[in-house]
């Protein structure tokens, strides 16, 4: 027999026997794509949350590392300066390119040049091509020859305003009027062409050097900033650094250094999840090509004994059946990889269409997830994927090997119950079910002691390492439950035979449905727990999100208490902005004795609670403030009655001061203690600090001033660096220390209108900034639109988990549960036809079948349910622990109107789905159902 069965030979009996059973190889294959495909799917699903941020990166910085801008007290850098700064960085290798940079808005006009669409708050770069090749080569845009009524324009201005290449527009110059260009051209963002500079624009649009001089008031020959990268662009690409050595020549903007250290808290934030789901796919997609695998076993074992019978030896059997696995896992790794990189990029833009206005809306503030998968991803994927078919197909064919060869001709053999040791498998299975018994109780009184909050929280708030020993035990819990109730299914039976009976389910159909899955413990707890952790997973993330949108609804959206404010940076500027208020109808109640604010900076020696250098920022509650509606104090001196008193006292009292409410409960490096209403404190003011190019600059700090203050309250105020680490003090204290105060150097405005709007919607202060615009008002700040879009990334991603889950859990279970239910019928093909021949009706067959299939995926849904549930409240209950103390409390909210729909759809799916396995032996008659009990 070993000389005749050559290796050819070998390879034509594998084929063959594929090619005899078509449909058999069909389902196999169809199975293992699908699992393969999943598999595939989550690499896209975690390589495009990795990469987006990076890709970010590129898009909207390339070659710029950083951006230069003129020392304090002066507006421009001249050519001199530029070539100045070049030599005292050639040492380290920096390339500039000076531009000149302005903020603008842009508007599409109609064929009487009138405006009719308007966007605002874009970036204007005006460059030297020539220079700008030097500094970026790779990019063909510097090749084009641009006349001076032409403009480039980014894709983030064109696509919202409607705009094509030949269309006219308008921007404004500093005077307010308005000057036509023609677009010359719109291109992606990428490097320069997608630069947002410092304040976050929303779009980018390129002209000449001369052009933008002329719009922004900048002098001939001068620039208003310098972009500077690496020379070594490879290098540019990579992950942002600090600026090689601080000169008094510049101030430096490290903005790419922020906005990496964004992506980073990004991926910090939600990589845990991403991980989740994506191991979870995996394994689903495993365990799915286990059960192909192992079905395909049960299908060969009488050919393949008849093999064994004929003289092939063990060895060369393990060898035809290890060759018609690795042809069916080759085709079904090359088809599933091919449909899984579609499927994933499908789940991401099918989001992305759906939040597209969203998108737009919050472009400029949020990293967008786009979808991405690398060629090293598809090898990793192609690898991972037949090596563990691989593995799988070797266990397959040792086991192959243990089977009795009488017993499989028979055909009542199945090989996963060959071999000996059935006492070891008997008490091994008794002391899974004990240790199984003891991972549900101790999760389950964990659970609700509330140990489970103790062990991840302290004093300090939220603890990691701690809290993996919760996650595990949750994670054991829901398999052990599972394990346990696949133990005692046919209690289970007894349990509902009432109920059963009662929808006219025959006690014969109850008992042979609750005993084939009993007696095949193994494979129905896999496909259990398919459906379990599948829609776990679904389940947890779909509380998590809905309490995120139940915590952004509540957001204000404000500062000190308002929606909105315009800055100015001059006196005249100010009266501008009162005046063009007044002719707004919308704005005239709000414009009547707004109130306004010019915050300044204070520097404050190191004391008993000052560990370091603090520095406040000082600002005066006055009567507009109080009279439009001063922020809600989190505490106050019990000496007030109410928050008015409290901050009138502070105009009455020269000692009488309202800090941020953070210091009222958040502890850091340079405190000692958390500080309390009715504290008094001493703090020696120090100097302002030395700009640049004087005598003073960077000498040690004096102390040239001493203050007392009465903490009487602290405030929620929901302020950005503008009144970072605000104190409202009183009139007096706030002149007498005006002469030492300073501005964060970015902030080079003087002064807020705080603006009390009728509402706060996206849509509504997006139409009042365009209002404001075409008024020449600019300097309009609401963190409903821009702060807005934090949150919005955090949506972005929660529904790109619930969208991956929900595919995650119809495929590979419903896959799982088609596949238990084809074996389930082929395997008792004979037997079902013997009883149909001994009088049991077609009924009776197709409800044992129905409440067979049923009553596994219905056990792994309910399963998954308690604990998704139970996992999605524990972690809304750790976020409102470790939330500050400040911030609204949120009570849990259980989604039935979302997750009740998707489970009763699910089991509607799968109820279905187990009509199919019974329609063709219940067609035949007992007869024709014996004979085609084989095929």
Not at 899 to 921: C, D, F, V
Request: neutral net charge; charged residues 15%; proline residues 5%.
């Amino acid at each position: 027999m070993r000389s005749m069965l050559t290796p050819s030979l070998v390879w034509r009996m594998a084929w063959r026997n594929l090619w005899t059973q078509p449909r058999q190889t069909l389902l196999t294959v169809l199975g293992g794509c699908i699992g393969a495909a999943l598999i595939m799917a989550a690499v896209v699903f975690f390589q495009s949350f990795d990469e987006s941020g990076n890709r970010w990166l590129k898009q909207h910085y390339g070659p710029i590392d950083w951006e230069l801008k003129p020392p304090a007290g002066t507006r421009h850098f001249t050519q001199e300066e530029v070539q100045a700064i070049a030599e005292r960085l050639q040492p380290y290798n920096v390339q500039l390119l000076p531009a000149a940079i302005f903020e603008t808005s842009v508007s599409k006009v109609d064929g009487q040049l009138q405006p009719v669409q308007t966007g605002l708050r874009y970036l204007a770069i005006g460059v030297d091509f020539a220079q700008a090749a030097e500094f970026d080569p790779d990019h063909p845009l510097w090749e084009l020859s641009l006349s001076a009524d032409q403009v480039i324009l980014s894709e983030a201005i064109a696509k919202p305003l409607g705009l094509v290449e030949g269309d006219t527009v308008a921007i404004p110059d500093k005077r307010g009027n308005s000057k036509l260009f023609q677009v010359k051209k719109i291109v992606k963002e990428e490097g320069i062409t997608g630069y947002r500079g410092l304040f976050a624009a929303e779009g980018t649009l390129i002209m000449g050097i001369r052009q933008a001089r002329n719009l922004s008031a900048t002098p001939d020959g001068a620039f208003t900033s310098i972009l500077a990268g690496r020379e070594d662009y490879a290098l540019a690409e990579q992950s942002a650094v600090r600026f090689p050595t601080p000169l008094p020549l510049f101030d430096l903007h490290e903005q790419k250094v922020a906005d990496e250290n964004q992506v980073n808290k990004m991926k910090q934030r939600h990589g845990a999840i991403f991980i989740i789901c994506s191991l979870t796919a995996i394994l689903a997609g495993a365990l799915l090509m286990i059960q192909i695998l192992q079905m395909l076993v049960y299908s060969r074992k009488e050919s393949l004994a008849l093999l064994r019978a004929l003289g092939f030896q063990n060895r060369q059997v393990r060898a035809i059946f290890f060759i018609e696995t690795t042809l069916i896992n080759l085709l079904s790794t090359g088809v599933g990889i091919v449909l899984g990189i579609p499927l994933g990029f499908g789940v991401i833009r099918l989001f992305e269409w759906f939040n597209q206005d969203l998108l737009y809306a919050y472009g400029a503030n949020s990293i967008p997830i786009m979808p991405y998968v690398s060629l090293g991803g598809i090898a990793l994927s192609c690898a991972a994927v037949l090596g563990l078919l691989t593995v799988i197909s070797f266990v397959a064919c040792y086991r192959m090997g243990k089977m009795n060869i009488v017993l499989a001709l028979r055909g009542d053999q199945d090989p996963e119950k060959t071999g000996g040791g059935q006492w070891i498998r008997k008490g091994l299975r008794i002391v899974l079910t004990v240790c199984a018994a003891i991972i549900v109780c101790s999760h389950f009184i964990q659970f609700f002691s509330g140990k489970s909050l103790e062990i991840m929280t302290t004093n300090t708030g939220f603890v990691p390492h701690r809290s993996l020993s919760v996650l595990a035990l949750w994670f054991g819990a829901s398999v052990s439950m599972l394990y346990l109730v696949v133990q005692v299914l046919p209690y289970i039976q007894k349990g509902l035979k009432p109920l059963l009976s009662r929808i006219g389910i025959g006690d014969a159909a109850q008992l042979l449905a609750f005993r084939y899955p009993a007696g095949n413990y193994r494979r129905t707890f896999i496909v259990t727990l398919l459906f379990s952790c599948c829609f776990m997973v679904l389940v947890l993330i779909l509380i998590v999100t809905q309490h995120n949108y139940r915590d952004i609804s509540q957001k204000s959206y404000s500062i000190l208490g308002y929606p909105a404010y315009i800055k100015y940076y001059s006196e005249q500027e100010k009266q501008q902005i009162l005046a063009g208020l007044q002719q707004d109808p919308e704005l005239a109640e709000a414009a009547q004795n707004p109130p306004m604010m010019e915050p300044y900076m204070l520097g404050f020696e190191p004391n008993d609670v000052f560990l370091d250098l603090q520095q406040l920022n000082l600002t005066v509650p006055s009567e507009a403030f109080l009279a439009h509606g001063a922020p809600k104090l989190s505490q106050r001196s019990p000496a007030f009655a109410s928050d008015e008193e409290a901050w009138a006292a502070v105009l009455n009292n020269p000692q009488a001061v309202i800090l941020d409410h953070k210091y009222s409960y958040e502890m850091s490096t340079a405190l000692s203690r958390k500080l309390n209403v009715g504290d008094h404190l001493t703090l020696n003011v120090y100097n302002k600090p030395a700009e640049p190019n004087t005598p003073d600059f960077g000498k040690p700090r004096k102390v040239v001033d001493t203050i007392d203050i009465d903490i009487i309250g602290f405030a929620d105020t929901s302020t950005g660096m503008e009144f970072y680490n605000v104190m409202f003090v009183h009139p007096q204290i706030y002149d007498q220390l005006k002469e030492h105060g300073y501005r964060w150097e970015y902030l080079k405005e003087s002064g807020y209108v705080l603006l009390s709007l009728p509402s706060n919607d996206l849509r509504d202060l997006r139409k009042i900034e365009q209002r404001l615009a075409a008024q020449g008002i600019k300097g309009f700040y609401s963190p409903g639109i821009s702060k807005a879009g934090e949150d919005m990334n955090m949506i972005q991603m929660l529904w790109i988990f619930i969208g991956f889950m929900t595919l995650v859990t119809l495929n590979i279970g419903l896959a799982g549960l088609a596949i238990l239910q084809y074996r389930a019928v082929q395997e008792r093909a004979k037997t079902m036809a013997m009883m149909r021949c001994i009088g049991l009706s077609i009924r009776v067959i197709r409800q044992m079948l129905l409440l067979e299939g049923t009553t596994i995926s219905w056990l792994g849904l309910l399963n998954g349910c308690l604990f998704g549930s139970i996992g999605g409240y524990t972690i809304v209950r750790l976020a409102e622990l470790t939330k500050p103390p400040t911030s609204p409390a949120l009570s849990f909210d259980y989604p039935w109107e979302i997750i009740l729909p998707i489970i009763g759809t699910l089991m509607l799916i799968a109820l279905l789905l187990n009509l199919a396995p019974s329609r063709k032996i219940t067609r035949l008659s007992p007869g024709d159902a014996i004979r085609s009990a084989g095929d």
